[in-house]
């Protein structure tokens, strides 16, 4: 990439960026109401997305993992780039013919009978061709797009510097996101995807994992063809598991596709493992006979031993009523931040968990769900992005289902495939089941009682914390803005005194901008500081 064209892809981000910030300070500083700012997330969030599709390459990539962080951005911003469709024109078929030739190391003759130039399909990242091998077999070839190396270097460039930027200047209303660690995990996971050896031993695993599964296909790898830049695999014909017309064309019974989607899904959301976190309707086909195929392993999350075993014990405090342990299980899962404070959490998770489970089915789960997004921006609580994909795998599967089984209840559809997966797995289920059982009223008297009793003095000094805490950081709030307004009059001083060409003038705005700045930091310090008390 040209070094003026990566200097105008750096300038097109930084500059959206900045006109962010100065907006959304711009509408605090008027105290517009949330309606108002609701419509300008929603502006913003249009203006990123044409961008976006402006600049191409894995700028897309960024802006869909961005979409599935409801917990840490604004509804109206999320609502514009929810439905991002990584789709972008294909490369010359001349690069990437001399991509293929430089990653096998001589003419794609001497590997494949032929190959269509015209794509099947076309990514920020690869691009998909069918070809034949020597023997006849039909194959899918993904290649990395050429230039898609120098754009990431480019944009995580760019991105480091918003970060940077947002970690000190954002007017962040909780001030709790941890954004280095944010920029960690947007980096790895598209990383990761760069490497498309990573894909093929991740395909490789999910083929040996559904090995004994005869209704399930997984496209078979072609090792000595597959390279950091370039896979190889097996051509599967199916249809889309969401087109309705076809599957009853075929005279499929869909609800059995909807509970076998389940048994495939299910052990990778709750065992230790590696699990699928796009499946989308363009990953998972339909063959006429009713067998699922599972396609693309770029996007995968990971679910650790040790998670699993801090899984277990949440659920446990949770069931045990021990909120304390519940806490520093979440703290071992790394949903909590440095600035979190776990008495705070405890008593928050305490009135969170004190429904009456007999209501659940009467509950709005769209409205609790929005309730408890709301929840969460209110805490220093920051969801990795591994359980964000385990989230979003879920609600994809969930949302096939509800397309594919509409007049089926989502648990009558769960509830065989659970039952059997507790008859089959590790887990062990008596000890939670004891655990739960001793939790109930009849056993729980002395804690119940004991909990009356601490109650009220607790909730004081909940509400005396919160009380203090949005007292300092109203402060704080106030002095970073004035301090922002010197800074613009600073800046405007400096254009002035050079437009003019008067040294006293620039140098005097120079120096303003230079005091607002150190002063900023500095409240910014201070803040950061008391919130993590």
């Not at 659920?315 to 705070?344: C, M, Q, R, T, W």
């Amino acid at each position: 990439m040209k070094k003026e064209r990566r200097l105008w892809r750096m300038w097109k981000v930084l500059s959206l960026a900045l006109s962010v910030v100065v907006r959304v300070y711009w509408y605090r500083i008027l105290r517009k109401p949330e309606s108002e700012k609701e419509l300008l997330w929603e502006r913003i969030g249009r203006e990123f997305r044409e961008t976006l599709f402006e600049l191409e390459g894995v700028l897309i990539k960024i802006g869909q993992l961005l979409s599935i962080r409801a917990d840490l951005l604004p509804r109206g911003f999320i609502s514009q780039i929810q439905d991002l469709v990584d789709q972008v024109p294909a490369s010359p078929w001349e690069e990437t013919k001399r991509t293929l030739e430089n990653e096998w190391n001589g003419p794609i003759e001497e590997k494949l009978s032929s190959i269509n130039p015209q794509v099947v399909a076309s990514a920020s990242i690869g691009e998909v061709y069918k070809g034949q091998l020597m023997d006849g077999t039909l194959v899918a070839i993904k290649v990395q797009r050429p230039s898609i190396q120098s754009l990431v270097k480019t944009d995580f460039k760019t991105l480091a510097i918003i970060i940077w930027f947002a970690r000190y200047f954002a007017p962040v209303p909780k001030g709790f996101i941890d954004f280095k660690k944010l920029y960690q995990e947007l980096k790895q996971v598209i990383e990761r995807e760069l490497d498309f050896k990573k894909e093929m031993e991740t395909a490789i695993s999910f083929k040996e994992r559904f090995s004994t599964m005869d209704q399930v296909k997984v496209p078979e790898m072609f090792t000595t063809l597959c390279t950091d830049k370039v896979l190889v695999m097996e051509w599967m014909d199916g249809i889309r598991i969401n087109d309705i017309e076809k599957i009853n064309g075929l005279q499929l019974d869909r609800n059995e596709i909807s509970e076998r989607l389940v048994r495939i899904f299910l052990p990778q959301w709750l065992e230790a493992g590696i699990f699928h976190a796009d499946p989308h309707s363009g990953n998972v086909l339909v063959k006429p006979d009713g067998t699922i195929i599972l396609l693309d392993f770029g996007m995968v999350g990971e679910i650790s031993k040790n998670d699993a075993t801090h899984f277990q014990s949440l659920l446990e405090a949770i069931l045990l009523k021990n909120y304390s342990k519940a806490v520093e299980a979440l703290a071992s899962l790394g949903f909590l931040l440095p600035a979190a404070d776990h008495k705070i959490i405890e008593d928050l998770l305490k009135e969170a968990m004190s429904f009456d489970i007999e209501k659940l089915k009467e509950m709005d789960l769209l409205a609790a769900k929005k309730q408890m997004n709301d929840l969460v921006k209110s805490l220093p609580i920051q969801v990795p992005t591994r359980f964000i994909f385990l989230g979003r795998s879920f609600a994809t599967i969930e949302g096939l289902i509800m397309t594919i089984s509409p007049e089926k209840d989502m648990l009558e559809i769960v509830k065989p495939a659970f039952m059997d997966w507790l008859s089959t797995s590790n887990t062990n289920k008596w000890r939670l089941l004891l655990n739960w059982l001793n939790s109930q009223p009849i056993f729980q008297a002395v804690h119940t009682l004991k909990e009356l009793v601490q109650s009220p003095q607790h909730l004081l000094e909940q509400k005396e914390r919160h009380q203090q805490n949005s007292f300092y950081f109203t402060l704080y709030e106030n002095q970073k803005r004035q301090l922002f307004y010197l800074g613009l009059v600073g800046l405007a001083g400096v254009f002035a005194g050079m437009y003019v060409e008067k040294d006293l003038l620039w140098q005097g705005g120079f120096g303003l901008t230079a005091v607002s700045l150190t002063g900023y930091l500095v409240s910014s310090w201070k803040q950061r500081k008391r919130m993590g008390r």
